[in-house]
């Protein structure tokens, strides 16, 4: 009986299952095509925000966005940093294709007011192509359990309508998961190290989708990443 009303969802265009994206709306590859297919649009979400989770700092974030920085940079599209936890390593930004001429750093010395205030009018400018926000200045490795100021939801639904008006992808870096956010994806990030039978330590990132726009699947996926020093 399953067997046959499976054949029957797969066979009819007519109806649409919970946990499929309805729409056919395609987002922007991301660069890794094992994130790629556990993403409901098959990518990045257009004119969207993204909140990505993580306990640490410099575990690989950053270089999930590099293909999208270089993509970007190369249609002179305005990439921005707000609040980043480090400066820029730009040698290593470089050799990623990123064009620095289009990127702008904003930093931390801010409040977590003020970046959202400049977050929100950048991603309406029209300028810019991607802007990534930290939310909280980050603890060192050895003390994770520092507090995540609390976000509101007021503001995370004013950056999600800039980000449509603004043709912009918006990025909010937090170390706490606030998935009940408007964010219209949400991914945890956990590192993982593996040592090879050369005895050589492999950097893996392991990914968890905690909410995507149009599906209410959480699938994970890990990633290898480049050893290259972002920031």
């Known amino acids: 009986m399953k067997q046959k009303l499976d054949q029957i969802l797969e ?23 094992k994130l790629d297919e556990i993403l409901p649009e098959h990518g990045w979400p257009r004119r969207a925000l993204i909140e990505i989770v993580s306990a640490h700092q410099g575990i690989g974030e950053i270089q999930l966005f590099l293909p999208l920085m270089a993509e970007l940079t190369a249609r002179k599209r305005w990439v921005v940093w707000i609040r980043p936890p480090f400066i820029p390593y730009p040698p290593a930004l470089q050799a990623a294709g990123v064009d620095l001429r289009y990127v702008l750093v904003i930093k931390n010395s801010c409040s977590q007011q003020e970046a959202f205030w400049s977050m929100e009018k950048l991603l309406a400018s029209f300028s810019c192509g991607l802007v990534l926000c930290w939310s909280t200045q980050y603890p060192q490795i050895k003390r994770p359990q520092v507090k995540c100021p609390q976000i509101k939801l007021s503001t995370v639904r004013r950056l999600q309508l800039a980000a449509e008006s603004g043709q912009c992808h918006g990025v909010i870096f937090t170390n706490k998961n606030k998935s009940a956010l408007g964010a219209a994806l949400c991914l945890q990030l956990k590192p993982f190290v593996k040592r090879s039978k050369c005895k050589n330590l492999n950097r893996y990132l392991y990914l968890q ?23």
């Open 209 to 231: 989708v905690l909410k995507a726009r149009g599906s209410v699947r959480y699938r994970s996926v890990r990633l290898s990443l480049p050893v290259n020093k972002i920031i």
């Open 11 to 33: 066979q009819s265009s007519l109806l649409w299952k919970g946990s499929e994206l309805r729409s056919n709306v395609l987002g922007v590859k991301t660069g890794y095509s």
